[in-house]
């Protein structure tokens, strides 16, 4: 895993998945499906990186990312066991809500690109969720990459 940082925010994230046979479809290239839990997963690990979680507590409140849109691209196939890089992008920076992009490379080459818009919302169990400004403890430490993705 590594984290990009500019101006000493994280900005962008980097880690790697090895394909399991579980991610692959009946031609033996990986289900379309899994890209969106690739991107939860690279997601998760981002928000790891910045002390925290996608689901945390926050003044007595559970936080949480509710998605707002998903998107992906295929460009080319990958197979069981390759082992695909994974690029996230904080393109957008709201008071509520993140919009991500997902680069997938193999062998230096990218493979799909994809997109999460999610908000920052309180989710207490009985109660109706609520969007709410991102925390300081995490906007504080994000920013969000000008970019033409």
Same mark, same amino acid.
């Given at each position: 895993?590594? $984290? @990009?940082? $500019?101006?000493?925010k994280a +900005? @962008?994230?980097q880690t790697r998945r090895k394909i399991e *046979? /579980?991610?692959?479809?009946m031609a033996g290239i990986v289900h379309f499906s899994r890209f969106f839990i690739f991107m939860e997963t690279a997601e998760h690990e981002f928000l790891r990186s910045l002390g925290t979680s996608v689901a945390t507590e926050d003044r007595g409140h559970k936080i949480g990312w509710p998605?707002? /849109?998903a998107s992906c691209d295929y460009l080319k196939?990958?197979? *069981? @066991?390759?082992e695909i890089g994974i690029h996230l992008t904080i393109v957008r920076k709201g008071t509520k809500s993140l919009t991500y992009h997902f680069e997938f490379t193999h062998h230096n080459e990218v493979v799909a690109r994809g997109r999460l818009g999610v908000i920052c919302c309180i989710c207490n169990p009985g109660q109706p969720i609520k969007s709410i400004p991102i925390p300081a403890f995490i +906007?504080?430490?994000i920013q969000a990459v000008p970019t033409e993705l």
């Open positions: 895993m590594k $984290v @990009e940082k $500019v101006r000493d +900005a @962008e994230f *046979f /579980s991610d692959t479809d998605r707002l /849109s196939p990958i197979e *069981f @066991e390759d +906007a504080d430490q």
